[in-house]
């Protein structure tokens, strides 16, 4: 049976073998064709560094000595359920950073998020979220000038 352990660095292999096959389509600019450091060089190394890293994991899981099973060593129906709420979550917060901006979309998703791993208090579900999107958000557009969508609510 898939364990915690092994189905993580399986997906993150997966996502990395991905990102190695985009990496090497990546195109070279004309003057960028004798230069040992290129445009493609840093996903290139990134892939690899992630493909190894993952095979060392799925190994060191696979050559472990097998113990008992624990409870919350194999998957639960619980868990992949919070896995797939949080996916839709994520699905839906992007499809709606555009129409209702930053940090409303921002603030829901954490809010949702926390919600759909397990919070409860209402206290600890607005300071954990709200704060963390309008510190981030004043980070990004003041202090660094990066542009973040303000959304068409306001327009």
């Known amino acids: 049976m898939m364990n915690r352990e ?3 660095p399986s997906l993150f ?3 990395f073998t991905l990102y190695a096959v985009v990496a ?3 195109p070279l600019l004309p003057f960028e064709e004798y230069e040992t450091v290129t445009s493609a060089t840093l996903p290139k190394v990134y892939a690899g560094f992630g493909i190894v890293v ?3 994991s799925i190994g060191s899981t696979l050559l472990k000595p097998r113990e008992k099973t624990n409870a919350g060593d194999v998957l639960e129906k619980s868990h992949m359920l919070r896995t797939f709420g949080l996916l839709i979550l994520m699905v839906i917060y992007s499809a709606a950073l555009e ?3 930053f940090l409303i979309s921002t ?3 954490l809010l949702a998020g926390f ?3 397990g919070e409860r208090r209402k206290g600890v579900l607005l300071f954990a979220s709200i704060p963390v999107a309008v510190v981030f958000w004043f980070l990004m557009t003041q202090v660094l000038g990066i542009y973040l969508v303000p959304g068409n609510l306001w327009s």
């Open 99 to 101: 129409p209702i901006g």
């Open 24 to 26: 090497w389509q990546i």
């Open 6 to 8: 092994l189905l993580g």
């Open 54 to 56: 993952c095979l060392l």
């Open 115 to 117: 919600f759909v791993m």
């Open 107 to 109: 603030s829901a998703f």
């Open 13 to 15: 292999l997966a996502l």
